[in-house]
């Protein structure tokens, strides 16, 4: 029988299995993924900590202790502890309401969580200057009350939760669709209350998807530039978070500081890399046990 043809129940079939591919077009495709991934992702990234420490540790350590850099940096983590809750609750909720419950708009409502994917950060900024900008309705009543919200921490947490709110909620949704409902009604035919049969059943099936969202919005949210660029009127020391200072501090041609900056953003990106790879060899080995 000739080497492309395979025999099966219902006679020989001449469709080879991918698994069967020659070894030359396997190692061709991996050495071009790598090549790709060198010059484009490694190589960047290796310069960012060579510039960072051009000038030795101790001008790396002032470049981050200086206090517009150390202010930008507590304003992320800020920002970036505020933003996370808020969109981990959200998510919760949007995906259990979602993949539980049957209702009308249900599509609208999955359209919406999508929106941030589709408009550019620099619009979803420009929107909260026409909400509460001096010349909007919403802008001189807030600020009669004394109540700041652009060019202020308000402004940067509302930006960042508004490019931020859909990963919590897209990486849940399909994961509570696949699981069903056979679990919680199970809970509460044993007279489980809706507290206990969400503490005690959903959370616990839903853990890694949930932590595994929570990653990715809090290296969004830490990465963050065009819709806070525009509501925070980059004021050095107060609203500057650490994508914006380093834009700064290159533009005045401090380049070891920036890089400096930006390599602790890098840093931040790779430990969220590496809990996101853990997450997923643990998640998926237990979405295995589970069909199993």
Request: hydrophobic share 55%; charged share 15%.
């Amino acid at each position: 029988m000739p080497e492309n043809v395979r025999s099966t129940p219902a006679g020989p079939s001449r469709f080879r299995d991918p698994a069967d591919e020659r070894p030359l077009a396997k190692v061709v495709l991996i050495l071009l993924a790598l090549v790709f991934l060198t010059f484009f992702l490694l190589l960047p990234l290796i310069s960012v900590f060579v510039e960072a420490l051009r000038q030795g540790w101790g001008a790396y350590y002032e470049a981050l202790i200086e206090p517009d850099a150390a202010a930008a940096i507590r304003l992320t983590l800020l920002v970036a502890g505020i933003a996370v809750p808020l969109n981990l609750i959200f998510g919760l909720c949007a995906s259990w309401a979602i993949a539980k419950f049957e209702f009308k708009g249900k599509a609208f409502l999955i359209t919406l969580i999508d929106l941030p994917f589709s408009i550019s950060p620099v619009i979803s900024g420009l929107v909260y200057v026409l909400l509460f900008g001096s010349n909007s309705l919403l802008g001189p009543l807030l600020k009669s009350w004394g109540i700041e919200i652009l060019f202020a921490v308000p402004g940067i947490v509302l930006a960042t939760v508004f490019v931020t709110f859909p990963f919590v909620a897209r990486e849940l949704i399909p994961l509570m669709e696949d699981q069903g409902t056979g679990d919680e009604e199970a809970a509460l035919s044993l007279g489980a209350s809706g507290w206990q049969t969400f503490w005690y059943v959903t959370l616990p099936n839903i853990k890694w998807g949930l932590l595994y969202g929570v990653l990715l919005c809090n290296a969004r949210a830490m990465g963050e530039f065009g819709a806070v660029s525009v509501v925070s009127g980059r004021i050095r020391g107060l609203t500057n978070t650490m994508p914006l200072h380093v834009e700064i501090l290159y533009n005045e041609y401090n380049m070891v500081a920036a890089f400096a900056v930006a390599s602790l953003l890098a840093f931040l990106a790779l430990v969220t890399l590496a809990l996101k790879t853990f997450l997923e060899l643990r998640f998926g080995a237990g979405a295995a046990g589970g069909r199993h």
